[in-house]
């Protein structure tokens, strides 16, 4: 799969964090494999690839620990598990080194922006439950105010993926904005507009029967 002689006779090779590099990529080209004949490899799981190389090249990386945790418990990923692993990794978990939670939260919540591509992708996140914890966090008092907005961020993506009526109706977005609005949340503008993307964007007939036709009502009571 990789050359053994290479790495081993290089520079490269020898320095210990190159060695957790080559585990990363063989992990990765592992599952590649494990999934070749069902499905292309997803961007959680490629992104993932991705960004981990920085981490595993970088001792001083607050996710360095976590990251290479992760690497030694199986020669390849569960895919559908990555970011509920992760989440509680790093959500619900103690940070590495003091003071690092909020760094660790940041790095999470980018990986999810950027895996988040397609509807493939949205699907795995909502198979663990993934956006209903994020939600569940941005209401906690350990989320910080940059993670606030990234989560919305994340909210707005998956409307421009066709996620609208899934977070309408599987998520409660509607209901969760409500609420947010009625404790007067510092971002309430841009939770409006997220309500009124969300609409625009959704299968209306879909969510107009399992709203039972009240949607627009919730929505004009939100622009008040």
């Not at 992990?27 to 981990?52: K, N």
């Not at 509920?84 to 790095?107: C, G, K, L």
Request: charged residues 25%.
């Amino acid at each position: 799969m990789f050359c053994e002689e290479t790495l081993t006779s290089s520079k490269v090779g020898r320095e210990p964090e190159y060695l957790q590099l080559k585990l990363l990529l063989e992990e990765a080209v592992e599952t590649a494999l494990h999934l070749i004949e069902t499905t292309p490899l997803p961007f959680v799981a490629g992104v993932l690839a991705a960004r981990s190389v920085r981490v595993v090249v970088n001792p001083a990386h607050v996710m360095y620990g976590k990251v290479n945790e992760f690497l030694m418990k199986s020669p390849f990923w569960e895919v559908e598990n990555i970011p509920r692993t992760f989440f509680t990794t790093i959500i619900r978990n103690e940070p590495a080194y003091d003071e690092s939670y909020h760094q660790e939260v940041e790095w999470f919540i980018d990986y999810l922006l950027d895996c988040l591509r397609t509807g493939e992708d949205l699907n795995l996140f909502m198979a663990r439950n993934i956006v209903e914890k994020i939600l569940a966090f941005y209401e906690s008092s350990t989320c910080a105010v940059a993670v606030k907005e990234k989560i919305i961020r994340l909210l707005f993506r998956i409307a421009a993926i066709e996620g609208s009526a899934t977070l309408i109706t599987r998520c409660g977005i509607l209901g969760w904005v409500q609420m947010r609005l009625a404790l007067r949340d510092q971002r309430s503008h841009v939770l409006q507009q997220l309500a009124s993307r969300l609409y625009e964007a959704c299968d209306k007939k879909r969510v107009e029967e399992w709203t039972g036709g009240l949607v627009q009502g919730v929505l004009a009571d939100m622009a008040c």
